[in-house]
């Protein structure tokens, strides 16, 4: 038996369900076969397993509350990457996400610092 140590590295991607401030909902399988060809694209092209959780969840603020997924990650220590390149490719991955899902936000929860990317100043409407 063997075992592997490697320091802490988590990240969480919390994205939310609904098309931009509409009622449209996101089917979850859409956003995990995303993820999945982002994951194989990574495999193939530069060897980079990046193993997620993904967690459904709800955002509640003020007139707000909305489904959201939690795509979680580590560095499993079955693949083990520089921290830099992680957050690199979990960046990367949030942008693209944004773009195909139509959010306006993305917050990225870093084992050491929270991360967002917005497009505009724009809030969802809900929220009072």
């Known amino acids: ?8 590295f988590t990240a969480n991607i919390n994205l939310g ?3 931009g401030y509409s009622e ?3 089917p979850k399988n859409e956003v995990i076969d995303f993820l999945q060809i982002y994951q194989n694209k990574l495999i193939e092209e530069e060897n980079i397993y990046l193993s997620a ?3 459904e969840n709800m955002i509640v ?4 509350i909305e489904p959201h ?5 580590i560095n499993y220590p079955r693949f083990i990457y520089k921290e830099s390149l992680l957050k ?3 960046i990367a991955l949030a942008h693209l996400l944004m773009d195909e899902f139509e959010q306006n936000r993305i917050v ?5 610092e929270t991360f967002m990317i917005e497009k505009s100043d724009a809030i969802d409407p809900q929220i009072i």
Do not use: A, C, R, W
């Not at 038996?1 to 802490?8: A, D, E, R």
């Not at 603020?61 to 707000?64: A, E, H, P, T």
């Open 69 to 73: 997924l939690k795509i979680e990650f």
């Open 17 to 19: 369900l609904k098309k």
């Open 24 to 26: 449209e909902i996101i």
């Open 88 to 90: 690199e490719k979990i």
């Open 1 to 8: 038996m063997k075992t592997l140590n490697v320091k802490t």
């Open 53 to 55: 959780s993904v967690v």
């Open 108 to 112: 990225i929860v870093f084992t050491d």
């Open 61 to 64: 603020l003020s007139g707000q």
